[in-house]
């Protein structure tokens, strides 16, 4: 199945070693509207649009590549495991609204309420 152009994508910013990690039905489109939003001041993240500012250099800094295309109906899934995988959360990252999961305190509460893992 093809995915078009729906994905995982990382803005790393290679001076701080801070990255974001967005999703997007369009990886081109969503490259643009970002770089548009930082160039005038006005992007919604404020850490990094408060990086970019600071750096004279920001459009050598800040990179945007594709990490994977997958399906819409993946893209949350795959969202999450890169945030992971990355620790791309604040204040190390840009992703401001994302907690780590504490998965020991996951598994402890469902066996609690009977939920047992099957194979």
Not at 6 to 26: A, M, P, R, V, W
Not at 39 to 48: G, I, K, P, Q, S
Not at 69 to 94: D, V
Request: glycine letters at 6%; a positive charge; charged letters at 30%.
């Amino acid at each position: 199945m093809a995915y078009g152009s729906s994905g995982i994508y990382c803005i790393t910013n290679s001076k701080t070693g801070k990255k974001y990690i967005g999703q997007t039905n369009n990886l081109a489109k969503r490259k643009v509207q970002h770089l548009s939003a930082l160039r005038t001041h006005v992007h919604d993240n404020r850490l990094m649009q408060a990086d970019w500012d600071a750096d004279e250099d920001a459009e050598k800094h800040f990179k945007f590549e594709i990490i994977e295309k997958c399906p819409q109906s993946k893209m949350n899934e795959r969202e999450n495991y890169w945030i992971q995988q990355l620790q791309t959360w604040a204040p190390n990252g840009y992703n401001i609204n994302w907690k780590p999961v504490n998965r020991e305190k996951i598994r402890e509460a469902k066996k609690k309420k009977g939920y047992h893992k099957t194979r």
